[in-house]
């Protein structure tokens, strides 16, 4: 089964959204086998980031995903990487549409509420960053039955 991992940034934190992002991935089917609220560390954040290292803005990404904590999760499911990116929006809330994470709660680029994995291998790569495989539930909620043949 896919997974694929699930960051609530320190604004989506700070505003009262973990419930409100729960509830969607929930909703939608998704099985939460990782939940963790932690205080990132900056060498934490430096990996997860690491593909932007050489951009302008890599700097104050780091300090932003330090400043607060972070609800980290892992989902697991049928196409959950790209569902979930349909789920969160467009990483410009004022691009996304009107139902989405980002669409319905976010302001701007530098505060837009959520992290998720962009593709398989990246959502692999990022859940065994954030989490152990001890830190990690494997199990089939009774409903399945009821959502997936």
């Given at each position: 089964?896919?997974?694929?991992?699930?960051?609530?940034?320190?604004?989506?934190?700070?505003?009262?959204?973990?419930?409100?992002?729960?509830?969607?991935?929930?909703?939608?089917?998704?099985?939460?086998?990782?939940?963790?609220?932690?205080?990132?560390?900056?060498?934490?954040?430096?990996?997860?980031?690491?593909?932007?290292k050489?951009?302008?803005?890599?700097?104050?990404?780091?300090?932003?995903?330090?400043?607060?904590?972070?609800?980290?999760?892992?989902?697991?499911?049928?196409?959950?990487?790209?569902?979930?990116?349909?789920?969160?929006?467009?990483t410009?809330?004022?691009?996304?549409?009107?139902?989405?994470?980002?669409?319905?709660?976010?302001?701007?680029?530098?505060?837009?509420?959520?992290?998720?994995?962009?593709?398989?291998?990246?959502?692999?790569?990022?859940?065994?960053?954030?989490?152990?495989?001890?830190?990690?539930?494997?199990?089939?909620p009774?409903?399945?039955?009821?959502?997936?043949?």
């Amino acid at each position: 089964m896919e997974r694929t991992f699930i960051a609530i940034k320190p604004d989506g934190v700070q505003r009262g959204l973990v419930g409100e992002v729960i509830k969607r991935f929930e909703s939608k089917g998704f099985t939460l086998v990782g939940l963790k609220m932690l205080e990132v560390s900056k060498e934490l954040a430096e990996q997860h980031y690491g593909v932007h290292k050489e951009r302008p803005f890599f700097k104050s990404l780091v300090e932003f995903i330090t400043s607060s904590p972070v609800v980290a999760m892992v989902w697991e499911g049928e196409g959950v990487v790209t569902s979930a990116r349909k789920i969160i929006g467009a990483t410009n809330p004022l691009m996304a549409e009107p139902g989405t994470i980002r669409g319905d709660f976010g302001i701007n680029i530098g505060r837009n509420l959520i992290h998720g994995s962009d593709a398989i291998e990246t959502a692999q790569n990022e859940v065994s960053l954030w989490f152990t495989e001890e830190e990690l539930v494997s199990w089939k909620p009774t409903i399945s039955p009821w959502m997936v043949e």
